[in-house]
């Protein structure tokens, strides 16, 4: 497999006010063609920093990817230092010095001498066209083994020249070789407990392999399929995920760019569903999140946030007794909201959360990040459609702050209504 490393050259980018992102966007490029990136480096404009990390990259590397420090000034230290790495001199390219006249007689002005720099590279490398700068990039084998591409940092210079002059040569190293990626995403479980379910899948010797990433409560299984050819890298996936989604079942919620509320919104649309929300502690985010795909008109009408107790009782008939003998953040009441806005709204499902967020209002029998969520749905058999509901309740302990409490909170009303709809009892 065709090892690649990548450096990027910029006292900007290890100050931190630019973001690398020229080394992301090199290793989705390099993946694709299945290259293995084995290293990311990032260096300030300083010659014997970029030279030494060239030498580095180049112990474990068949080729290396340089982007950043071949413009005009000073500090543009790049073609120096891959020259003192080579062991050779800077010598004047007289095509590209022709090429930077004429950029300049063109605009009817003549080139600052400080350009001329830009048109010399080491003895015995070739040049990389810029056709939408002036920083020409260099080609050079290190060693006699290590393919070294210099481009300028620029990302819109760099991707044109990456993509016309370097990946079709890494490609045909690689030998048609491809990386296929799979993201399947689940929420509701922890990502230790995700991964007891895949077991031996994660095995790390395994192609493709399996690994587990955690976002927003969103844990994600990401399958990795590289093999020497496209057709095969995809049928191992193919073959692997299928794999995953048997140990997972409907834990599974999407692939790649999936979000729940998308599915949710699908399922309801193709049930022909409708459904309404009671919210206090997330304060709307479960209609926001509803109301986030376009047609959501289709399944939503109306929801409440009914925040204070008063509220409750005002706007959802939720018995003031209850409130008080229970508390607002009980099973009792999240049904009732639930069963009652279900009445109002005349809505096949209703999800129902109320919940402690936090900083403060916490106790001892229900610490922060307690919340029940009641999913209430027409009850089997019962004559009046709207009237009449089952409920499902769950109470849950969301850890985190309020922003992750509330999030987390929507979310898993979001997942019980999904389970409920593919007509599965939620596993938690
Ligand atoms: P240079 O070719 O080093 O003169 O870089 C020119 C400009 O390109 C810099 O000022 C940055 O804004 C941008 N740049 C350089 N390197 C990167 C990088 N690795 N990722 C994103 N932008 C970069
Ligand atoms: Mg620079």
């Known amino acids: 497999m065709l090892r690649v490393a990548i450096l990027s050259v ?17 290793s989705q490029q390099l993946s694709a063609i299945g290259a293995a990136v084995v290293s990311h480096a990032t260096v300030g404009d300083d010659q014997a920093m970029i030279e030494s990390a060239i030498r580095r990259s180049a112990e474990d590397a068949d080729a290396i990817v340089i982007s950043g420090g071949i413009g005009p000034t000073e500090d543009d230290l790049t073609r120096q230092a891959v020259a003192a790495v080579l062991g050779t001199e800077l010598e004047l390219n007289e095509g590209w010095l ?17 350009n001329r720099i830009q048109a010399m590279i080491p003895r015995g490398a070739t040049i990389i066209e810029n056709t939408a700068g002036t920083a020409a990039g260099v080609r050079a084998t290190l060693a006699g083994r ?30 048609g070789a491809a990386l296929v990626v799979r993201n399947l995403h ?30 927003g409560g969103i844990v994600s299984v990401r399958v990795y399929s590289k093999f020497e050819s496209r057709s095969r890298a ?28 998308a599915v ?8 022909k569903a409708s ?42 008939g939720v018995n003031l007794e209850m409130l008080n003998v229970y508390g607002a953040v009980s099973e009792p009441v999240a049904t009732a909201m639930a069963r009652n806005a279900r009445r109002l709204a005349k809505a096949d499902f209703s999800l129902a959360v109320s919940g402690i967020a936090g900083p403060d209002g916490g106790s001892a029998t229900k610490p922060v990040g307690t919340v029940c ?23 849950f302990n969301f850890p985190g702050d309020r922003e992750m409490i509330r999030d987390r909170s929507a979310k898993m009303a979001l997942t019980l209504l999904r389970y409920e709809l593919l007509g599965e009892r939620a596993p938690f």
Request: glycine residues 8%; aromatic residues 6%.
């Open 373 to 395: 969520i009641a999913l209430a749905k027409a009850a089997a058999g019962a004559p009046r459609r709207f009237d009449d509901s089952e409920v499902l309740v769950r109470t």
């Open 98 to 114: 022709a090429k930077l006249k004429e950029f300049w007689a063109r605009r009817g002005a003549v080139m600052p001498e400080m």
């Open 186 to 215: 689940t929420f509701g479980m922890g990502e230790s407990a995700v991964a007891e379910r895949l077991g031996t899948l994660m095995d790390r010797k395994r192609n493709p392999t399996v690994g587990t990433t955690v976002s």
């Open 10 to 26: 910029g006292d900007e980018l290890v100050t931190g006010q630019t973001v690398d992102t020229n080394s992301a966007w090199l």
């Open 234 to 261: 995809l049928d191992e996936l193919a073959a692997t995920e299928s794999l995953v989604r048997g140990a997972l079942g409907n834990l599974v919620f999407g692939a790649d760019d999936d979000v729940l509320q």
């Open 275 to 316: 459904v309404t929300t009671a919210e206090s502690c997330t304060g709307g985010l479960v209609s926001k999140m509803l109301t986030d795909v376009p047609g959501s008109s289709a399944y939503f009408k109306q929801g409440w946030v009914v925040y204070a107790n008063q509220a409750k009782y005002e706007r959802l």
């Open 146 to 175: 290590v393919d070294l591409f210099s481009t300028p940092g620029v990302p819109k210079e760099m991707k044109v020249m990456f993509q016309r002059d370097v990946l079709p040569h890494l490609a045909a190293r690689s030998a």
């Open 264 to 271: 949710v919104a699908k399922l309801l649309a193709e049930r």
